[in-house]
């Protein structure tokens, strides 16, 4: 890597971990992956430390460290709320990094890293509003409104699996949020009497009639929270990621129409809605965006 | 007035205009009201040229004109969208004002002046994540993230009556979107079998066990509707104002209550859900508000 000032991007996953050294251009140098100690928050964050050291050259090439984390970034405190990895108490892991390594550290949420990546060089390049929505084990959206990261009073915005779309309350929504419950991985998987999405996913592709019926179900639930995002945001784009959309087509095609029986008309209209470019270095593209741009 | 750098501020509504001189304080001087000469957008843009000229103490005394629009405002073309006055076509209010009076006109859509006017002096002074939820005939909802107007790709952001919420679909959510086929006034209206929405808000008052049945049942879909905005925005308050708004308590303390039902825990409890304090001045101050902005 010839640029003196890149910067180490890390993406802290639920299970596992990706590092990269990246240069100012996006260019992904070294390239680590990792399943994440997550015995306990100290373990975790050593090995940030180990893997960013193993990742930089040297520490004078390194202009920062970029984080995106699976939870909740609290900025005032630099705290990270990740439930999948830590349990419910947070994590001072700004101070904690901060006190380990001799550059600066930028963390974020996957989302707003997701986001981030996907507007620096991917499908949303150059866009000044875009939505990121992630479906997976679980459902969140990463925002960008006049150029900027939306991120909330706290840090928390972006939380649409939590969209109320059906009043015939069920008790698991207060678990995870009713568009959540609905909508997300495992809401196919219940569905279909599967053990996982993917293999519903998998026997549509082989025409399953009943694995077909379930993604159209699903993804009318997709479609309503989709037009949601498209009626408050009259976003440029949306970007789908996560799991789930691996699906494809198979789940695009039936979202784009179905967007448009909800969505306010003109918003519908001027909106794109189209899949990850960046994939799964969506995370790690935009941890160094994060670190490109404040760490400077 | 003793400010020589006044605005000329006027809230063009569907029935109705105000229009006032207001200082870069805010302070409120000459005031008129006036029923909406709206047999043609020609007629229209006659009035507010001299509504204007009437307001303003002389043209060198008024800085410029803030203008909200029942409808979209693009300002790409200048041109406002305003079914309610002017049918479907769009208008091109700013050149036609432009080439009429010798100040500069500033004109945004009226749910962005809510926001900007309870911003600036009312119920959510200083705020930098603020959404004025907007109940009357029709819902809409103006937004403020990082301390700026979100306006969105096309200027429809916070087209909020749209959101869908029940999949049991319904023709009318084709016309008016889901959330304001069941929560705005009309809706109340129908429910009750009256004849409007303030009837029923009355009757309520009086303790009519129908009447406050209907309430409570919008209320639920209100509730709905606030709750994805908290989700999505995580702002530190939402506004309510609007027509159906003056039902008070009558609907604030179960929206409290229900917002909690289905919106992320985290931010429901950092988001205040307050009345607006401007009351019917509210886009008249952020029409001022828009003009002392742009118009230095």
Redo the contacts between chains.
């Keep these: 890597m010839s640029d003196a000032a890149g910067v180490v991007a890390i993406d802290l996953g639920g299970t596992k971990l990706a590092a990269a050294l990246v240069d100012s251009h996006g260019t992904i140098g070294a390239k680590l992956k990792l399943p994440v100690e997550k015995e306990s928050p100290l373990k975790s964050i050593q090995q940030i430390c180990e893997v960013a050291a193993r990742i930089a050259p040297s520490w004078e090439q390194v202009r920062a460290i970029g984080l995106a984390v699976p939870g909740?970034y609290f900025a005032e405190t630099g705290n990270v709320w990740a439930p999948n990895l830590w349990g419910w108490d947070q994590v001072p892991l700004r101070d904690a990094l901060a006190s380990r390594v001799p550059v600066p550290v930028v963390i974020d949420s996957d989302r707003a890293a997701y986001v981030l990546g996907e507007q620096w060089l991917g499908a949303a390049r150059g866009l000044s509003?875009v939505v990121f929505l992630a479906v997976g084990t679980g459902i969140g959206?990463g925002?960008i409104?006049?150029g900027?990261l939306?991120?909330?009073?706290?840090?928390?915005?972006?939380?649409?699996?939590?969209?109320?779309?059906?009043?015939r309350?069920k008790p698991i929504?207060?678990q995870t949020?009713?568009f959540e419950a609905e909508a997300a991985g495992p809401a196919v998987a219940r569905r279909a009497g599967a053990s996982t999405a993917e293999a519903v996913v998998e026997a549509a592709r082989r025409n399953d009639q009943q694995a077909c019926r379930v993604l159209e179900e699903t993804a009318?639930?997709l479609a309503?929270?989709l037009?949601?995002?498209v009626?408050?945001?009259?976003?440029?784009m949306i970007v789908l990621g996560g799991g789930l959309m691996q699906a494809g087509d198979l789940l695009l095609e039936p979202l784009r129409r179905e967007m448009f029986?909800?969505?306010?008309p003109?918003?519908a209209r001027?909106?794109r809605i189209e899949m990850t470019q960046l994939g799964e270095d969506a995370g790690l593209l935009g941890a160094a965006r994060l670190a490109l741009l404040k760490g400077t």
Tied chains: 1, 2.
């Design positions: 909740i509003e959206a925002i409104t006049n900027q939306c991120r909330g009073a706290g840090g928390i915005a972006g939380a649409v699996g939590w969209f109320a779309l059906d009043p309350k929504y207060k949020g009713c009318a639930w309503m929270g037009a949601n995002i009626s408050i945001l009259n976003p440029q029986e909800w969505a306010q003109l918003a001027q909106v």
